[in-house]
């Protein structure tokens, strides 16, 4: 399983960006961050069908989590991004079909893109 996160960038508050996160094959996905002193947490997760999505109430209502699986990519798009998104952002996934909100259940790592957001 590899995994390749990319789109990061720095961006002024309430500006929007779009990750991406491409794999070697199609599987359950999530976002997770982590930010400077802080330990790594869960943002966002996407089953392998689509069906099934889930949010950190920290993010509800501004990042919206897709995929698109003739090209084995999972996106997240960011809106009205805050300085308190500022982290380096990582795909991962456990694997399977599914996707893990526990950062210690996923097996595969993508390298992290480093998103900065401005006040």
């Known amino acids: 399983v590899q995994l390749q996160a990319c789109g990061g960038g720095l961006v002024q508050a309430g500006g929007s960006l779009r990750l991406s996160c491409v794999a070697s094959?199609?599987?359950?996905m999530g976002w997770f961050r982590q930010a400077p002193g802080k330990e790594r947490e869960f943002v966002a997760g996407?089953?392998?069908?689509?069906?099934?999505?889930n949010y950190a109430d920290s993010v509800k209502g501004r990042f919206t989590i897709s995929r698109d699986n003739t090209k084995n990519t999972v996106y997240l798009q960011m809106n009205n991004l805050t300085p308190g998104d500022t982290a380096v952002y990582y795909c991962?996934?456990?694997?399977?079909?599914?996707?893990?909100?526990?950062?210690?259940?996923?097996?595969?790592w993508g390298q992290g893109t480093l998103v900065t957001v401005s006040s």
């Open positions: 991962a996934t456990p694997g399977s079909n599914y996707y893990y909100t526990n950062a210690r259940d996923n097996a595969y």
């Open positions: 094959s199609t599987y359950g």
């Open positions: 996407i089953s392998l069908s689509g069906s099934s999505t």
